[in-house]
T-cell receptor, first 113, second 111 residues
């Protein structure tokens, strides 16, 4: 069964550094999403992406965040200057179209020290 | 404003007992509703979804959920819980571009 994959599974970085989280969505899916889950808290929407542009973003998704689909398979989330409060599990998701359920990857745990 | 409330943070049930996890939502339009399960260290797995039609939906692993528009609820049920069901369960409401998740209910299963 096809699945969403994410790399790395765990990333440790120092405050102020840039990180790129990578995701490979399911191959025939057209809509892509990033969510984050701070430890012990709910899953929060960050951004949705379709047709090479952002469809919607939350107030969390400020100027330090960016997303990109650099090729036909990868979908990346970049955090330009990480803060301690960016420590969280980041989930990528994809869906075949906007009317269907989203399939989630296993997540990348980001630890900012 | 859109929101999802899961009033039970932790629930403990005995193996073989029935289960109901509550979910209430606030949403401005006709909602798309989902239940996801998250095992420790794992991602989110879709259990079931409601888009339209029959308000009682069946999902994987023997779970079902009922949409009640009048109560703005989408409660998850299972007639007989197995030890492997111990996990955290998230209710979500969404539109075409984003989901709103509840804060989750952690299910503990006693032998």
């Amino acid at each position: 069964e096809p699945e969403v994959t994410q790399t790395p599974s765990h990333q440790v970085t120092q405050m102020g550094q840039e990180v790129i989280l990578r995701c490979v969505p399911i191959s025939n899916h057209l809509y892509f999403y990033w969510y984050r889950q701070i430890l012990g808290q709910k899953v929060e929407f960050l951004v949705s992406f379709y047709n090479n542009e952002i469809s919607e973003k939350s107030e969390i998704f400020d100027d330090q965040f960016s997303v990109e689909r650099p090729d036909g398979s990868n979908f990346t989330l970049k955090i330009r200057s990480t803060k301690l409060e960016d420590s969280a599990m980041y989930f990528c998701a994809s869906s075949v179209n906007s009317h269907y359920e989203q399939y989630f990857g296993p997540g990348t745990r980001l630890t900012v020290t | 404003a859109q929101s999802v409330t899961q009033p039970d943070i932790h629930i403990t049930v005995s193996e073989g007992a029935s289960l109901e996890l509550r979910c209430n939502y606030s949403y401005g339009a006709t909602p798309y509703l989902f239940w996801y399960v998250q095992s420790p260290g794992q991602g989110l797995q879709l259990l079931l979804k409601y888009f339209s039609g029959d308000t009682l939906v069946q999902g994987i692993k023997g779970f079902e959920a009922e949409f009640k528009r009048s109560q703005s609820s989408f409660n998850l049920r299972k007639p007989s819980v197995h030890w492997s069901d111990a996990a955290e369960y998230f209710c979500a409401v969404g539109n075409f571009n984003k989901f709103y998740f509840g804060s989750g209910t952690k299910l503990n299963v006693k032998p």
